[in-house]
C-alpha cells in the first residue's frame, strides 16, 4: 500500500496507519454545497499506486456519494487498486425482511461498496444472522477483532473489573473480553419494545457489588441499554459503572445521557472520532491491511505459475 486518504475526522488514525504501513498519508477534502451536494478532491500523485480509503461510515448517507467519487476519481488518477478502511461499517444489521416491502440493506450496501472498491477492512461489524463478512462480500475482507484491545485497557486501568455483556447474544463475545482480562463476567437481559425504549435487568451478584462494574457493548446509539443498565446497577448498590464500547455512534446527547445517568466514564476505540475514544485501532488495522496484500501477493505468484506455459 502506497498512499493512505482519509476522510474528514480521520486523518489522525490515517497518519498512524500509514506509519506503521510504511505508507504516505493524505486528506480527502469533501465540500459541501449550500444545494446539498458535494465535491471530492484527493491529493496528486496517485498513478500507479495501491490506494486505501480510510472513512468511519457512521453516517453513511451523505458519506456514500462521496466515498463513490473518491474511489472513481482515484482510478481515474491511475491508482492500480482502491480499498476501503471503514472501522465502522455501517448498513450490517438489516439482514432481512421483517415486514413486507422492507429494503435488506446489508447485501444492498455489500453490493454498493463493492462496486467502487477492491478490498475491504473493518472493525467488529455488527452482524445478527450473517456468520461471517465473506458471506456478504465477493472482494477481499478483512474483520479485525477488538476483543483482545478491549481486554487489555480493562486489565490495566480497571483491576477489579466484573464484566457485563448487554443481552444473551453478547455472552460468547463479552466472556471472551473477560478471559482476555482475566476477570469475571455476568451478562444483563435486555428486552427492547423501540428505538429509544429499553428494559434491562441485573443478575444479583457479590462481585458486582465488591468489583468495579464494566458494561461492554458494541455499539452505542440512543444508549438506552446503557443508561437502563447503568440505573439498574446504582440502584443495586454497586460502584459507577465503566461502559467500554467499540463504536461511538452516539446520536443526539447519548454520550451525554450515559454519563448523566451515573457512568464514572465512557470508553470508545477510535472507529468513530470522539472525545471518549481511548482505544487505538490503528496497529490492528495496519496488520490486517498487510495481510491483504500479502494474500494478493500470494495469489498473483499463483496465477503467474498457473499462466506460464512449458514448451
Not at 469533501?30 to 499506486?49: I, M, N, Q, W, Y
Amino acid at each position: 500500500m502506497n498512499r493512505i486518504l482519509a476522510f474528514p475526522g480521520m486523518l489522525p488514525l490515517g497518519e498512524a496507519i500509514a506509519a506503521l504501513v510504511g505508507a504516505q498519508s493524505g486528506e480527502v477534502d469533501v465540500h459541501r454545497f449550500p444545494d446539498g451536494e458535494s465535491l471530492v478532491t484527493l491529493p496528486g500523485d496517485l498513478a500507479g499506486k495501491d490506494v486505501a480509503i480510510l472513512a468511519t461510515l457512521r453516517e453513511p448517507d451523505p458519506l456514500a456519494l462521496s466515498l463513490r467519487f473518491a474511489a472513481e476519481t482515484a482510478r481515474e488518477m491511475g491508482a492500480r487498486r482502491v480499498g476501503l478502511i471503514a472501522p465502522y461499517l455501517a448498513y450490517m444489521r438489516q439482514d432481512r425482511r421483517f415486514a413486507e416491502g422492507q429494503a435488506v440493506s446489508a447485501p444492498l450496501f455489500a453490493r454498493f461498496l463493492e462496486e467502487s472498491f477492491d478490498w475491504l477492512v473493518t472493525a467488529d461489524p455488527h452482524l445478527h444472522r450473517i456468520h461471517a463478512l465473506e458471506d456478504l462480500f465477493d472482494i477481499p475482507v478483512r474483520r479485525i477483532e477488538t476483543a483482545p484491545l478491549l481486554g487489555e485497557w480493562i486489565a490495566a486501568n480497571v483491576p477489579d473489573a466484573v464484566l457485563l455483556g448487554p443481552d444473551s447474544e453478547s455472552r460468547q463475545w463479552v466472556a471472551e473480553v473477560a478471559r482476555l482480562a482475566d476477570r469475571p463476567y455476568e451478562v444483563l437481559e435486555k428486552h427492547r419494545s423501540g428505538d429509544r425504549s429499553v428494559e434491562v435487568s441485573v443478575p444479583h451478584s457479590e462481585a458486582l457489588l465488591d468489583g468495579t462494574p464494566v458494561i461492554v457493548d458494541d455499539i452505542a446509539s440512543s444508549g438506552r441499554t446503557l443508561i437502563e443498565a447503568i440505573e439498574r446497577l446504582l440502584a443495586a448498590g454497586t460502584k459507577p459503572p465503566i461502559c467500554v464500547v467499540i463504536h461511538a455512534v452516539f446520536a443526539g446527547d447519548a454520550h451525554d445521557d450515559i454519563l448523566a445517568a451515573g457512568a464514572s466514564r465512557v470508553v470508545t476505540t477510535d472507529s468513530i472520532p470522539h472525545v471518549s475514544n481511548a482505544i487505538s485501532l490503528a496497529q490492528a488495522l495496519a496488520d490486517a491491511c498487510r495481510d491483504l496484500q500479502a494474500q494478493e501477493s500470494i495469489d498473483q505468484s499463483s496465477h503467474s505459475k498457473n499462466d506460464t506455459v512449458t514448451p
